[in-house]
């Protein structure tokens, strides 16, 4: 293996993070998120999206969207995300293992739009079927796309006109927010979801996500479904710590820029040898499709993912690039198809 490109979480985390770590070890903190790392991330995110949300630091993405959903919904009530969505197709029934039905929209690029929703709101059969009351978008999507302010202000005055919340999960959302192409702002985010994420472990961190939510109603008693379901860690300070380092000075914000670029950087090399890519992504996952006598030797030099079959002799392929992947790597990459 020359470097592996399956995923943004292969290596550690940013070195300040280790640093800041090892500064602060013998400090005595308050368990539970009441330690003043996890105190001046909280106000660090107040800041950035101009609102007065309440944060919450959660170890890993799976956990904070079945804690997040399970809290919003009632026993009866559902989810609509794209079929490609995280909770859909990566997370082996979590949310539906909390009694929430996750219904799934046909959607072309990773996004959902109004008119995606509308027919799972068209229940004629009323009480005899769930009543979805959540909407569950990432930013950026699995398949690396990301939401304009237009899309999500659509979204975001749909969802109130039919008494639905927005869930953005933001796992790679540092990645979404440093794309050239974003108009969003992070206020701009907090405005217009109900409650959303900022992904730590896929942007520098060790582990973690914050969970900032801005919708009053879904404030009260998070912390009781947090504790309830494992997910209130007493050593909150370790998440604390690392967005408090992360937060400042813009620092997970340079760490998506870098992983965009060298994912940018790799999406030209492919196009220039003439590969199609499966869809143009704005962000750090990058989906060219392949022939499959070159699959092999590209799993094995760089440990790419079959993403899905095109046809009996093509495949298309994920690479995703990370905050620390090196550029010179990049400069090297090689495609061998002989
Ligand atoms: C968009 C998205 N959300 C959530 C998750 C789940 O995160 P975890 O593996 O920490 O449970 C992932 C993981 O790849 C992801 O890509």
């Known amino acids: 293996m020359i470097y592996s490109f399956a995923n943004d979480y292969s290596e550690g985390c940013h070195p300040s993070i280790l640093e800041a770590l090892t500064q602060s070890n013998l400090i005595q903190q308050d368990g539970y998120g009441d330690d003043e790392y996890t105190r001046n991330a909280t106000s660090i995110i107040r800041q950035l999206t101009q609102s007065d ?34 909770i859909f197709a990566n997370e082996t029934g979590a949310i539906e293992a909390t009694g929430h039905k996750v219904e799934a929209a046909t959607t072309s690029d990773g996004k959902l739009r109004p008119q995606d929703i ?22 950026s999507t699995e398949l690396g796309t990301i939401y304009s302010k237009k899309e999500l202000t659509d979204l975001h005055i749909f969802c109130k006109a039919n008494n639905l919340i927005l869930f953005m999960d933001g796992a790679r959302l540092p990645m979404a927010l440093a794309a050239p192409s974003n108009d969003l702002t992070i206020a ?51 998440m604390g710590i690392q967005f408090d380092q992360l937060l400042r000075n813009n620092l997970i914000f340079d760490l998506a820029n870098h992983a965009n670029r060298m994912a940018a950087k790799l999406s ?18 990058v989906f060219p499709i392949l022939p499959n006598t070159l699959v092999k030797k590209m799993q094995e030099d760089y440990g790419c993912l079959i993403w899905n079959v095109i046809d009996e002799k093509h495949s298309a392929v994920r690479f995703i690039t990370s905050w620390a992947t090196p550029e010179e790597v990049v400069d090297r990459f090689s495609i061998d198809n002989n």
């Open 118 to 139: 509308v027919p799972f709101l068209n229940k004629a059969r009323g009480h005899h079927v769930v009543r979805t009351r959540a909407v569950y978008i990432s930013n």
């Open 268 to 285: 030209a090399i492919f196009k220039s040898k003439g590969f199609p890519l499966l869809i143009e992504s704005d962000t750090n996952q």
């Open 188 to 238: 701009d985010i907090a405005a217009l979801t109900d409650v959303f994420y900022i992904g730590g472990t896929k942007c520098g961190a060790l582990l973690g996500e914050a969970v900032v939510i801005t919708n009053p109603e879904l404030k009260k008693d998070f912390k009781y479904h947090l504790k309830q379901r494992g997910a209130l860690t007493a050593k909150g300070r370790t």
């Open 53 to 86: 949300a309440d944060v919450h630091l959660i170890a890993g993405g799976t956990l904070t969207n079945l804690v997040v959903l399970a809290s919003i919904l009632r026993p009866f009530e559902s989810v609509v995300a794209a079929q490609t969505g995280h």
